[in-house]
Structure formats: structure tokens, C-alpha cells
Nanobody, 119 residues
Framework: QVQLAESGGGLVQPGGSLRLSCAAS????????MGWYRQAPGKQRDLVAT???????NYADSVKGRFTISKDNAKNTVYLQMDSLKPEDTAVYYC?????????????WGQGTQVTVSS
């Protein structure tokens, strides 16, 4: 099995920065994509940013130019640097992984970490 452990959420003022981390562990054979989604109260879970094993990145339009996704392949860890945060970025942020364990490929999710942007 695979576990995704997130860290780095919290409370920050508008215009501030936070860095989220997500480490994948378990019997991992390959990681195809890792990234972040977020869900605000009463709304659906939406993509924030993803990165493939080859380093191709994808961002939601709402975070382009403010958020940066990166990864450390040796540590099976993905990071999300969030700058110029806005109140509308407030949400629970979930780590996502498209990961193969031996012969089985599947989608895995972390427990979520709260990010609150407020003065």
C-alpha cells in the first residue's frame, strides 16, 4: 500500500507565503504524477498543480504565477510553494498521487492539510 503524508498548512495573512510538502511511502514501483488539489467549504475538489515523473507541470489558472510545484524524486516528495496568498486560496489541500505498486496502478490521496488566508 501507499501512504501520502502532508505537512505545512496553517494560517497566513493575505500576501504571505506557505510551503506544503507531501511524502509518498510504501511499496512504490513507479510514480507517474503527484500534485495538489484543494477543496473549499461547500465546493468541489479542484486541481491546484501537478507534476509528472518527467517533470511536466500543470497549474490551475487561478494560481499561475503565484504557486510553484516541485519534487524530489529520491525522496518521493512533492512540494507546493504558495506565494502572494489570497483569502480565496483558503481550503483543505490534498496531496494526490498516480502511483504503481508492483503490477497495480491507482490513485492515492493524503488526509488533507488546512490552509487559511486571513488577516
Amino acid at each position: 500500500q501507499v501512504q501520502l503524508a502532508e505537512s505545512g498548512g496553517g494560517l497566513v495573512q493575505p500576501g504571505g507565503s506557505l510551503r506544503l510538502s507531501c511524502a509518498a511511502s510504501g511499496s512504490i514501483s513507479s510514480i507517474y504524477t503527484m500534485g495538489w488539489y484543494r477543496q473549499a467549504p461547500g465546493k468541489q475538489r479542484d486541481l491546484v498543480a501537478t507534476t509528472t515523473g518527467g517533470g511536466v507541470t500543470n497549474y490551475a489558472d487561478s494560481v499561475k504565477g503565484r504557486f510553484t510545484i516541485s519534487k524530489d524524486n529520491a525522496k518521493n516528495t512533492v512540494y507546493l510553494q504558495m506565494d502572494s496568498l489570497k483569502p480565496e486560496d483558503t481550503a483543505v489541500y490534498y496531496c494526490y498521487g498516480d502511483i504503481r505498486v508492483r503490477t497495480r496502478r491507482g490513485d492515492y490521496w493524503g488526509q488533507g492539510t488546512q490552509v487559511t488566508v486571513s488577516s
